[in-house]
């Protein structure tokens, strides 16, 4: 089972930017899909972005234009760029990899927008 550490979280204004880490454990990160997926207070859990292991992406109808989902495969991480947050943005955000189906899950990381 991978292990997944998020890092990269915080506090910034409105329009501002963050990039988010997730550093995957194992010797098999390039051959999951890995997602970013984010949980409001109060709200379910809504997909970000995400990118399969040959690097095609989507994105949350929301984000699209201001993030940008990427990987590393020599460093085993997936990386969230954000730019032009909005206080909508606010959530813990959480990495995920998948494989036939089945989430491996990280902690996640709050993230923050004030107005």
């Known amino acids: 089972q991978v292990q997944l550490v998020e890092s990269g979280g915080g506090l910034v204004q409105a329009g501002g930017s963050l990039r988010l880490s997730c550093a995957a454990s194992?010797?098999?990160?390039?051959?999951?899909?890995m997602g970013w997926y984010r949980q409001a207070p109060g709200k379910q859990r809504e997909l970000v972005a995400r990118?399969?292991?040959?690097?095609?992406?989507n994105y949350g109808g929301s984000v699209k234009g201001r993030f940008t989902i990427s990987r590393d495969n020599a460093k085993n991480t997936v990386y969230l760029q954000m730019n032009s947050l909005k206080p909508e943005d606010t959530a813990v955000y959480y990495c995920?990899?998948?494989?036939?189906?089945?989430?491996?899950w990280g902690q996640g990381t709050q993230v923050t927008v004030s107005s």
């Open positions: 995920a990899a998948v494989s036939y189906g089945e989430f491996n």
């Open positions: 194992g010797s098999m990160f390039s051959f999951y899909a």
């Open positions: 990118i399969t292991s040959g690097g095609s992406t």
